[in-house]
């Protein structure tokens, strides 16, 4: 939420205008209001589609390119959607709530925790393997220990192992953690879902942007 841009613009399309109007509201952050984002990110994401809408003032704008005036990346715009589907319910700006089983959590931990499934994320929450007192970096941890693994296989025997295992052994087991200047094998990726895989898809392009203006 620090990123955010409190962006001023207008749409022929009122219901554009309506749902960016709602945007704006969400600027300072708290709990509900972090629902509330990403509740209308969510809206304005399947408003837009693939689709381009024109601004009054002559400029055409995609999702991405609009959320991009708002100090969203395609990254973070994906994620905040991402956690509306996951961690929230409700179904208007008026009634959206994060959900109680992750209220605890502040949005950084709960954008951390997006690569786990919702059946995955529940039971190590519920084992407290992952706990609302971590840091953000002990929760990424966390998740790249659990990255690959189905809920099937997360019997409370193998919950309690992997809540055992020594910090050495957890790290000789940590698989290859997502980097957009490293090279991945297929085997790697297969391990993910559709939303994980458009994330890092996100970071690559993201990266590729850096560099490309640094010159390399």
Do not use: W
């Not at 704008?61 to 609009?66: A, G, I, K, P, T």
């Not at 992750?102 to 407290?128: G, T």
């Not at 297969?190 to 458009?198: A, D, G, N, P, T």
Request: charged share 30%.
């Amino acid at each position: 939420m620090e990123d955010f841009v409190n962006f001023k613009i207008d749409f022929e399309d009122e219901q554009i205008n309506f749902l960016i109007t709602q945007l704006s509201s969400c600027y300072f952050s708290n709990q509900g209001v972090f629902a509330k984002l990403c509740f209308t990110i969510y809206k304005i994401r399947n408003y837009f589609k693939d689709s381009f809408y024109q601004s009054k003032q002559g400029d055409y704008y995609n999702f991405y390119s609009l959320m991009q005036a708002f100090g969203f990346s395609k990254t973070q715009a994906c994620s905040y959607r991402q956690c509306y589907e996951n961690y929230c319910h409700g179904d208007s700006f008026a009634d959206v709530v994060v959900k109680d089983y992750y209220v605890r959590f502040s949005p950084a931990k709960l954008i951390e925790m997006l690569p786990l499934s919702s059946k995955m994320l529940e039971a190590v929450i519920d084992k407290k393997i992952i706990t609302p007192d971590m840091t953000c970096k002990q929760i990424r941890q966390k998740v790249k220990e659990l990255s690959g693994k189905k809920e099937s296989d997360l019997v409370t025997e193998d919950l309690s192992q992997l809540e055992e295992k020594t910090e050495e052994e957890r790290l000789a087991e940590l698989p290859q953690a997502f980097d957009p200047k490293e090279t991945h094998s297929y085997e790697y990726f297969k391990q993910f879902s559709k939303e994980v895989l458009i994330n890092y898809l996100f970071q690559c392009e993201d990266y590729i942007k850096k560099i490309s203006k640094k010159g390399k």
